[in-house]
């Protein structure tokens, strides 16, 4: 892929990083000499100017890249005035950062493929953390559903899917088990696991005292599952 | 729950916002007055003043709060204080976000509970979008494996997942199906989709051309899975 990135604060810094490192060409743009000199011998192209010069976006040829990434924050003129510019040349695929509600509005209303609101984002999953204390990790499926991840509760250690009956109970479906094995110090402490994926779960598989499981289950059922003892 | 939010940036500021939204109650912090007045008749308390004084961190009584989200950026050194202090006075939950690996490293270290890096994790996520273009969405399970979202390939419709055998050909899991019925606007163009999920889905469940497939592989397998043509 050949992805040019414009704007190297946090956000566009690791995303031209994470490019890179995954063997895609990267050019960057950014008006601070100091962040350019970061990917002078990483990226294919590193350059330091005013990004709102449309003959410097020209000279990016971004009618030939896979992706343009605007990564500019404080300025929201200077982003809707790329993003524009990059519309008019022929750019095939923008997205852009958001600095808040009212930005990423104007965004989408010019077009843009897709609007980003890192901080937003991660807001609502710390939220959800914080609300949801049990659930490791969840993850939105559709409107209605989620996938989560919860500790197997005590009261279903020992025993297999197929006796507990969790889809006629509770209208779940457990997709996969992460089993953890604890391994120990010299003290007796756990001081981790080693995971492994046991999916799909056979009815029989057995619930042990460690497990993570893997469920699918619509967003109104997740207090119930939360209950879970 | 009753949460504390120090800092008022994009990132503290949704958060405060989505957590009072659902009802829990909420103490700010920030020492830009502007920002507190935001929050003024929501908060159960809005506080004006430097979180690195010690005083005003003992007056909201963190030991009784169910978290305390430490959300101040660029001053990484007030970020590394309040967390201290915060701990020395007692706060059960410490969530803290950080500018940048290296101030993750250092709230890792001093034992913050959960630390989040907002811009990096948006970089992942965007970079994934790009680097995997058919994907609509990816959520890691473990080490290894993820569940991802794909639009279901030309070769698949009309096919029952019986008569597909994804199991045995691919190894991967179709956990559901997002079947979306398309809504024509007055000119017959598709302008949205009616979406319901089928979970699971049956081994008879023809695929038809607009489902999304809500698919767990292991990451080694997910290039061959794009090749699905
Ligand atoms: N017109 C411009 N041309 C080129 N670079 C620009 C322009 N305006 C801003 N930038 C650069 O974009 C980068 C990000 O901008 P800014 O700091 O405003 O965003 P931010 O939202 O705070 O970033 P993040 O949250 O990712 O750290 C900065 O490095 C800045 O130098
Ligand atoms: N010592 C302090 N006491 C109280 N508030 C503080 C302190 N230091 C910073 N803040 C506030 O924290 C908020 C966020 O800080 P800052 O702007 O440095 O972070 P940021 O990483 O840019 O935020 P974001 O990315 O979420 O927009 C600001 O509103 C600032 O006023």
Known sequence: MQVAVIGLGRFGFSLADILIENGHEVLVVDKDEKLVQEFENKAREAI???ATDESLLRSLG????DAVVVAIGDDVEASVLVCISLMDIGARYIIAKAENDRHAKILK???IHKVVQPERDSAKAVADHIMHP???DRF???EDHSIIEIKSPKSFWGKTLMELDLRRKYNVLVIAIKRREPMFDSSGEIKGFKEHLIAPPSPNEQILEHDVLIVLT???NIKEVERWQ
């Open 134 to 136: 049990k659930l490791f």
């Open 62 to 65: 971004p009618q030939n890249l």
């Open 109 to 111: 209303k010019i077009g």
């Open 140 to 142: 939105y499926i559709g």
């Open 48 to 50: 330091v100017g005013d």
């Open 218 to 220: 619509s967003n109104e």
